[in-house]
């Protein structure tokens, strides 16, 4: 499924205007819905054996961005978020680190902290959501502020969520402008771009979100913030990865993925790494270009790896409740 950009379109000069960054996005080429789902259903139905499957595990632990966005977080609880991130099995230190830990920019300095204390840093990040999350519905001076807060706390990465208004109402050149003052803002942090894509409506708007967050210098594009019914799915995790494989075909780019929300078990987990190594392909199977958005499937994952370990399942009860 190629998602070619109109060829009359240097990437460089689509985003002068809003006309031009308009006839961009709808002139790229329309989703077929049935063949996505369709294909997305075929990958993930592929048998993994027991040595694949125990490399497949691994590398999707590796790739979690251990993630606690509640109201009621407290700097306890993500201390102790932080220590699991870098040793997922206490009883186990053949098991590999997580990502990252992704919080509220007010408990990045908490995050941080416990990952240092565990021997973490620098390799398991501190993401933090921002930008008003989950909605993004505030000025831009207060956008920029929430996204400064959290790179002075630390913050290795943003997690920063789009204007839906803005994008559904055709408001292009507004959302591109949002994300390029928030890259800036972000300093050396790596952006992720969610789109909240149950929001979105239609594929072609998935398609049409992905383009323009990388062209506006995301580093990740990203499906959901997980507050939302509908959030991560192979068929929109497919598209965005299309995207991103075309994106650097005709860019030299490399953009990462990260589905969020809804993936709980080891079988979803390996039906994504599927998606990923069929469709933009191996390059894309490492933490710094693949995350996983996910609060519980660390757990299912742990319980999985000691399953071929030892050849019981030791129960929910081995793992810690998050």
């Not at 240092?116 to 933090?128: C, L, N």
């Not at 789109?195 to 239609?202: A, D, I, R, V, Y």
């Amino acid at each position: 499924m190629p998602t070619t950009a109109p060829a009359a379109y240097a990437l460089g000069d689509v985003t002068a205007s809003d006309s031009t960054l308009r006839r961009f996005l709808h002139g790229l080429p329309g989703v077929d819905a049935v063949g996505l789902e369709a294909r997305a259903a075929s990958l993930g139905t592929r048998s993994i054996k027991t040595t694949a499957k125990a490399y497949a595990i691994d590398l999707a632990i590796s790739m979690v961005d251990l993630t606690t966005l509640e109201g009621a977080d407290t700097p306890g609880k993500v201390r102790a978020l932080g220590a699991k991130a870098v040793h997922p099995d206490p009883t186990d230190r053949t098991a590999p680190s997580t990502a990252a830990v992704c919080v509220y920019p007010d408990m990045v300095a908490s995050a941080k902290q416990a990952i240092i204390a565990a021997g973490g840093a620098p390799d398991v990040k501190v993401a933090s959501v921002a930008t008003a999350f989950p909605a993004g519905r505030a000025a831009l001076d207060v956008k920029l502020a929430d996204v400064r807060d959290a790179v002075a706390a630390g913050a290795d990465e943003i997690d920063m969520v789009i204007d839906r208004g803005a994008f559904l109402a055709g408001k292009y050149l507004k959302v591109y402008d949002e994300i390029t003052a928030v890259k800036e803002a972000s300093g050396a942090a790596r952006l992720k771009v969610i789109f909240e894509t149950g929001e979105l409506s239609t594929y072609d708007n998935i398609r049409r979100a992905s383009w323009l967050g990388m062209l506006a210098g995301a580093d990740f594009i990203k499906t959901s913030t997980g507050k939302v019914a509908v959030n991560a799915t192979p068929a929109n995790t497919l598209l965005m990865l299309e995207a991103v494989r075309d994106f650097r075909a005709q860019s030299g780019v490399q953009v990462g993925v990260k589905p969020a929300g809804g993936i709980r078990t080891s079988k979803d987990a390996i039906k994504f790494l599927v998606l990923v190594n069929e469709t933009a392909g191996a390059d894309w199977l490492d933490n710094h270009w693949f995350r996983f958005g996910a609060s519980s499937l660390l757990n299912d994952l742990l319980m999985q790896r000691q399953k071929l370990a030892t050849g019981r399942y030791s129960g929910p009860d081995y793992v810690t409740v998050d």
